[in-house]
Structures are given as structure tokens and as C-alpha cells.
């Protein structure tokens, strides 16, 4: 019997707020099914922050959001993109075309702009990566065949006409929001805080369900950075959150402990694994499903978790924690001496 395919879902507005809609747009990603986009009432249009994937269709799906919430392209008067990766950036070029709107962004986003201008040069370069940490030739074989010509999920690059730094504001009906720099899931991040309301747009730094993603090979410590990132978080005064995934939700500081509480309980898997050798230095492949607690993962899984695994293994080599003891095949990892 054939496997039914997941029925994708239809874009769809809701408000949040009198001036705030959240616009849910769907993805093709299995166990993530849709993006937010938030619209925000200014003057006689709307900031936009984030865009959705670009992909066949992705538009119109765009515009049917929109148009629930009672606005068209057009009434977008500002771009703004919590971070460059492809389901938050990947609509920027369309966008800008059809509003004449500016596009703010954080400057840090050669990981991601970089990978759209040479998508083969950066899938190479993950294979090489994945090789490295010891993936099986064979597992590579049938990841290459499976991805290789596949889009990176963005229109085209499109550079920012301001760099989204601490000191830029944002002005919208609701209020002004500053500008928070947060990086760790991504070099570019960003998150945008409205101090009067305690409004906090966080992008993918903290969603309603803690999930944990690091763009592994861009900074030497990317899971340093995110820790360092809740602080900042932590230091607001947020009482709701508008999230890139997921519903908006209010005990923003219960989200940055349980998100400091997964890391360490993740790290520590990484730790143990080290440990618990027998003297054996190990690679990451060999890691990853001790940290995702699945002796069997999926292709996808093993790909989100290789990013994790060498994140943390980074993040203890800063500790002075772990060491590389191998790079030759592959990289092998063992506690520090």
C-alpha cells in the first residue's frame, strides 16, 4: 500500500491583537508544519516581519493570509526579517517587488545569503561536513540523490537596505520595538521587543515548544551564542510572545528556563556519551543518537542532531572539556584531558 502523503495546509490569518495578525503559512517540512509571519498595523499599512518559504505557490499563499486579515501586499510599508533562513527570508525578493517596501535585516546573514548564491558549493560543503563527523559513505550516497538540484527555499537574495543592530526602532501602531540581537540559531537573529506592551517577536530564538536548532559552522560557538541569547531574553520585560512557529504565548521566562534546562540536559547526553566510551573516542554521527534518545533516527533527525551534537562538542571544547583526539578519517571526540 502506498503512504498517504501529509495534506498540506491552507494559509490562514488570525488577530492577535487589535493591529497584530498572525499569518500561518504552511511548510513542506515533516514535524513542521507551517511558519509565522506578523503583520502589524503602521500608518495606513503594516510592517511585515517575515516572509515565508519560497516554494511553488508560496504567494498565493502569502495573499490569502493577508487577505483574511483584510490587507494586500501593497500595504506592506516595511520588511523585516528576524533572521535570513528560507522560511522567514525566502519570500523577501517578491515581497519587496510588489510592496516598493524597504527589507531590514541583521548583517550577519552570509550563512544563509551566501548558501543561495552557490546552493551547490554550500550542499557540497555539507557533505564534506557530514563526512567528517563520520557518516556512513553509504547514508551519503542516498542523502546526495535525495537533495541534490533540490532549492535552498529562497526567491533570490536580496540585501538589506538597513542592518537590523541594537539602536534601530521599529515604528508600528502598538508602539516602537527594539532591536535585540540574539544569535545561536542563526548568526543573523534577531528578536524585537515593545517595552510599553512587553511584546517580544522572537523569531525561532524561543517558540512555544522548545525545539533546538543551531546553523552549525558559521561562528565557533554557536550554542554559547543561543545560551547567551536567553540571557538577553531573560532580561526583558516580555509578557507575550510572538513566536516564528507555534501560538503566541505569555510566560515567556518559564519558555527561556525550559529552554536552559533542555541544553543542559542535551549537553549532558553529549558529556555521558564521552564518557561512557570505555576509552573509545567517538565521532559525532556516533553521538547523534544518544542525544536524540533514538538508537534508529531518520535521515531528517540525524541532520538536525549532527548540527546539535558538533554544537555542544564545540561548546565543551570551549569549556575545556572535550578534545578532537582524530580528524583523520573523521573527527573523534573524547573527554578532556
Same mark, same amino acid.
Given at each position: 500500500m502506498p503512504v498517504p502523503r501529509r495534506r498540506r495546509e491552507l494559509a490562514r490569518a488570525d488577530r492577535v491583537l487589535p493591529g497584530v495578525w498572525r499569518l500561518r503559512l504552511?511548510?513542506?517540512w515533516p514535524g513542521v508544519p507551517h511558519v509565522n509571519a506578523w503583520a502589524?498595523?503602521?500608518?495606513?499599512?503594516?510592517?511585515?516581519?517575515?516572509?515565508?518559504?519560497?516554494?511553488?505557490?508560496a504567494i498565493a499563499q502569502l495573499e490569502r493570509a493577508l487577505d483574511q486579515a483584510g490587507l494586500r501586499l501593497d500595504h506592506v510599508r516595511l520588511l523585516v526579517c528576524t533572521h535570513a533562513h528560507s522560511d522567514h527570508y525566502g519570500l523577501a525578493g517578491p515581497i519587496v517587488d510588489a510592496a516598493g517596501c524597504e527589507l531590514w535585516m541583521h548583517p550577519n546573514h552570509g550563512h544563509m545569503?551566501?548558501?543561495?548564491q552557490n546552493?551547490?558549493?554550500?550542499?557540497?560543503?555539507?557533505?564534506?561536513?557530514?563526512?567528517?563527523?563520520?557518516?556512513?559513505?553509504?547514508?551519503?550516497?542516498r542523502y546526495q540523490e535525495a537533495r541534490r538540484g533540490q532549492g535552498v527555499g529562497i526567491e533570490r537574495v536580496v540585501e538589506p537596505d538597513r542592518d537590523l543592530v541594537p539602536g534601530v526602532? *521599529?515604528?508600528?501602531?502598538?508602539?516602537?520595538?527594539?532591536v535585540y540581537e540574539t544569535p545561536g540559531h542563526a548568526p543573523s537573529h534577531i528578536c524585537l521587543h515593545q517595552p510599553d506592551r512587553g511584546i517580544?517577536?522572537?523569531?525561532?530564538?524561543?517558540?512555544?515548544?522548545?525545539?533546538?536548532?543551531?546553523?552549525?559552522?558559521?561562528? +565557533?560557538?554557536?550554542?554559547?551564542?543561543?545560551?547567551?541569547?536567553?540571557?538577553?531574553?531573560?532580561?526583558?520585560?516580555?509578557?507575550?510572545?510572538?513566536?516564528?512557529?507555534?501560538?503566541?504565548?505569555r510566560d *515567556?521566562?518559564?519558555?527561556?528556563?525550559?529552554?536552559?534546562?533542555?541544553?543542559?540536559?542535551?549537553?549532558?547526553? *553529549?558529556?555521558?556519551?564521552?564518557?561512557?566510551?570505555?576509552?573509545? +573516542?567517538?565521532?559525532?554521527?556516533?553521538?547523534v543518537p544518544i542525544l536524540l534518545g533514538d538508537p534508529n533516527p531518520s535521515p531528517m533527525m540525524v541532520n538536525w542532531g549532527l548540527s546539535e551534537t558538533l554544537s555542544y562538542l564545540r561548546h565543551l571544547?570551549?569549556?575545556?572539556?572535550?578534545?578532537?583526539?582524530?580528524?583523520?578519517?573523521?573527527?573523534?571526540?573524547?573527554p578532556a584531558a
Open positions: 504552511p511548510l513542506p502589524i498595523a503602521a500608518g495606513s499599512g503594516v510592517v511585515l516581519v517575515d516572509t515565508g518559504l519560497y516554494e511553488a505557490g545569503t551566501r548558501a543561495a546552493p551547490e558549493r554550500t550542499f557540497e560543503r555539507r557533505i564534506e561536513v557530514a563526512r567528517q563527523s563520520g557518516v556512513p559513505e553509504e547514508a551519503l550516497r526602532r *521599529v515604528e508600528t501602531d502598538i508602539g516602537v520595538f527594539d517580544l517577536i522572537s523569531g525561532d530564538h524561543l517558540l512555544g515548544r522548545v525545539s533546538l536548532y543551531y546553523d552549525y559552522g558559521h561562528t +565557533p560557538d554557536p550554542a554559547g551564542e543561543f545560551l547567551r541569547s536567553l540571557d538577553v531574553v531573560d532580561a526583558l520585560d516580555s509578557r507575550l510572545c510572538l513566536a516564528g512557529h507555534g501560538r503566541p504565548f *515567556v521566562k518559564e519558555h527561556v528556563q525550559a529552554n536552559r534546562r533542555e541544553v543542559a540536559e542535551r549537553m549532558g547526553r *553529549v558529556r555521558a556519551a564521552l564518557r561512557d566510551g570505555d576509552g573509545k +573516542p567517538m565521532t559525532p554521527f556516533e553521538i571544547e570551549q569549556l575545556e572539556e572535550a578534545e578532537r583526539v582524530e580528524s583523520e578519517p573523521a573527527e573523534r571526540w573524547s
